[in-house]
């Protein structure tokens, strides 16, 4: 293995090659040591691994990246307090570890967050019980009892913690701590590095079939999105990370192979495999809030009145979010998930359970987003909820598969998957450096905010100093209430392989979900000072902007049947 590295005067070169200058070069390498199908966390994780070990490693996304459950999580970098009530101690340390991990290794991007539970008589749960639950947590984290990361506060107190809580019967509360991201720039953030280390990725390619030779994948077939093009690409090892999406690649491998004249033993592991990781999507959906109608500090934790799921309210980019449901999702996996109408009623009621006299309504969410949970069924019926969220690999001649697992447990399981790698590949044992992002200072940006220094650094890492030497003044300045500054969106069309207006509002910015109606009211301006660098012709611009209409009315807006 060979240490890819590329220097500072390189950077924006390499950044800002063409899409037609990435696909070229993808396809000219004659064989690459690493494929890896899926540009979600897992995937971006594995990537960004590789190159700290100088494979040659290519990274192939169907859509964009964070397309799927990468970009509409709950945003939470968690130890899952949750696991441990139900018994899962070693998922919860490895998650807790890894949060202590991505706290120090990703400081702004990755945030200590306050959170707070209620406590109301004759209510579960009741607080001796709960700090005791805490107690535990803290203990697997391995902090001691002299520096434990919970209190229980009296009623008077904690209203000052959480004011506007409803006090009828309220008891007191208790505040711990766990972490908050944006999951979509954590992906990018993995996928930049990564690109500066030598890797490539390319989004909108759709892997139409693997290659084999003798039973042993050699490889895939890929399709371009825009072009209708079809290519092969050969490899020593492919990594399917593809989350919810496993089965379906599964199935249509299975099904192209039995349709074979000649049937080959990866025929029978497809088969095998489909059924070891029989996925369950199961939906997650939110609701984005003014954080002016429903003002938090801390994220709060709620027992829904109906069947004492937790949802939480929380601050996260200048608004407030309210989720998660847990349901089963039925639609097809190539549509955008959507949140139904009663899933919207269903977070409304756990907010008015915790601020009743808010009397939050319909009328007041500014945005909804749903995703699909990368989870494997256990067998037979199980609550959504009690679906187990560990993580699974499979290894066959020359394929390795990978699925469950959560945001919060990215790096684990990619130094786990290039375990197995290096392995197949008769390599050295990896030597994995502790780090996973790359060390950077903020002394370029002394001149800015704190809040803007922050903003960038945790965006842009050791490219922090490039955005800034390359942007004009006042495209420092913040959109509308949001933190993103107006020079975001430049980079993004410059260097982050931009092919629709969502990419851009909705994973390189989150513009279209924490701004009014999608943040079409901006349209002009970004087309201002877009236009150059995306070299869309009028009548792209105009494809575009209907087609991101469309999709935040039909995927991001209040559903049809809800009262307002």
């Known amino acids: 293995m060979t240490n890819n590295t590329t220097n500072t005067t390189d950077l924006s070169n390499h950044l800002s090659m063409s899409r037609h200058q990435r696909l070229e070069q993808i396809k000219t390498c004659q064989s690459w040591d690493v494929i890896i199908i899926g540009g979600g966390i897992v995937g971006a994780g594995i990537l960004k691994r590789s190159c700290q070990l100088g494979l040659k490693v290519l990274l192939i996304e169907q859509k964009d990246f964070a397309w799927g459950s990468s970009s509409r999580s709950s945003k939470m970098v968690h130890g899952g307090l949750r696991y441990i009530a139900e018994g899962k101690v070693a998922l919860t340390r490895e998650s807790v570890k890894e949060r202590e991990k991505l706290l120090k290794d990703a400081p702004l991007l990755v945030t200590k967050q306050s959170f707070a539970m209620s406590h109301y008589k004759k209510q579960f749960p009741w607080p001796w019980l709960f700090n005791t639950l805490l107690n535990i947590y803290d203990a697997v984290a391995d902090f ?179 989720g998660t449901t847990d349901v089963e999702h039925i639609e097809p996996l190539t549509k955008e998930a959507t949140i139904s109408a009663q899933e919207v009623s269903y977070l409304l009621e756990a907010v008015d359970c915790q601020f009743s006299q808010a009397k939050v309504t319909a009328k007041d969410i500014i945005s909804t987003f749903a995703g699909v949970r990368p989870v494997i069924a256990s067998g037979g019926y199980v609550a959504p909820s009690k679906e187990k969220r560990e993580h699974s690999t499979f290894h066959q001649p020359g394929l390795i598969t990978v699925a469950g697992g959560k945001l919060t447990t990215f790096d684990l399981i990619a130094k786990q998957v290039l375990t197995k790698v290096c392995d197949a590949l008769r390599l050295a044992k990896p030597k994995f450096t502790p780090f996973v992002f790359e060390p950077h200072s903020n002394t370029e940006l002394n001149s800015l905010t704190k809040l803007k220094q922050h903003q960038i650094l945790a965006c842009y890492g050791n490219l922090s100093k490039e955005f800034y030497l390359q942007t004009k003044t006042h495209l420092l300045d913040n959109i509308s209430y949001s933190k993103h500054l107006w020079a975001e969106l430049v980079w993004a069309v410059k260097y982050e392989q931009v092919q629709h207006l969502d990419d851009l509002l909705l994973r390189r910015t989150r513009l279209g979900n924490i701004l009014p109606k999608g943040a079409v009211d901006y349209f002009s301006k970004i087309k201002s000072i877009c236009s150059e660098d995306l070299n869309w012709n009028e009548e792209k611009w105009q494809q575009e902007f209907c087609r991101y209409k469309k999709l935040w009315l039909q995927h991001y807006s209040v559903p049809a049947g809800c009262k307002l």
Not at 239 to 261: D, F, H, P, R, Y
Not at 263 to 275: C, D, E, F, G, M
């Open 144 to 322: 001691s009892l002299a520096f434990k990361q919970h209190s229980f506060f009296p009623k008077n107190n904690y209203l000052l913690l959480v004011p506007g809580a409803t006090d009828k019967n309220l008891k007191g509360g208790t505040q711990f701590f766990d972490a908050l991201t944006d999951d979509a720039r954590l992906v990018q953030r993995l996928i930049q590095e990564s690109l500066q280390q030598g890797a490539q990725a390319i989004n909108y390619c759709q892997v139409e079939k693997l290659t084999e030779i003798n039973g042993n994948i050699t490889g895939v077939e890929v399709q371009t999105e825009e072009q209708n093009e079809t290519f092969q690409l050969n490899a020593k090892l492919v990594i399917s990370a593809t989350g919810a999406w496993s089965n379906k690649l599964l199935e249509k491998l299975a099904q192209s192979k039995n349709n074979s004249a000649t049937p080959s033993p990866t025929t029978a592991n497809i088969n095998i495999l489909a059924n070891t990781f029989k996925m369950r999507p199961l939906r997650g959906s939110h609701l984005i809030l003014p954080s002016w109608r429903l003002p938090v500090a801390s994220a709060i934790s709620v027992l829904h009145p109906i069947d004492k799921r937790p949802v939480q309210i929380y601050p996260w980019q200048n608004i407030t979010i309210v």
